[in-house]
């Protein structure tokens, strides 16, 4: 089964940022679709956003709205999940997922990384 890999995740205060970054060794995401999942502790893991092969987007979290961005760098075979303005909600493991179709629903992916953790403390 095809896998990707998260990075970047960290601990940051209340208003700094981060960039995720998922890759993918044993295949290209320029064919893929990519989405961004997240599970903060005690809560059920939601989608965030998605990327499709050709640039388009949707947001799935209103909180998000306007603080993150996703984008792709096919050159570095490569997608970013920019966190802006952290909240100490925004604290969970987030997860990278492909498939062809971009989807709300985690079942609809066939490819998933191992999550990194992102922290959001005073």
């Known amino acids: 089964q095809l896998k990707v890999v998260e990075s970047g995740g960290g601990l940051v205060q209340p208003g700094g940022s981060l960039r995720l970054s998922c890759t993918a060794p044993?295949?290209?995401?320029?064919?893929?679709?990519t989405g961004w999942f997240r599970q903060a502790p005690g809560k059920e893991r939601e989608a965030v956003m998605c990327?499709?092969?050709?640039?388009?987007?949707?947001d799935y979290v209103d909180s998000a709205k306007g603080r993150f961005t996703i984008s792709r760098d096919d050159a570095k075979n490569t997608v970013y999940l920019l966190l802006d303005n952290l909240k100490p909600e925004d604290k969970a493991i987030y997860y990278c997922?492909?498939?062809?179709?971009?989807?709300?629903?985690?079942?609809?992916?066939?490819?998933w990384g191992q999550g990194t953790q992102v922290t959001v403390s005073s």
């Open positions: 997922a492909t498939d062809y179709y971009c989807s709300e629903r985690e079942v609809d992916f066939g490819s």
């Open positions: 990327i499709t092969t050709d640039g388009r987007v949707t």
């Open positions: 044993g295949f290209s995401l320029g064919r893929m679709a």
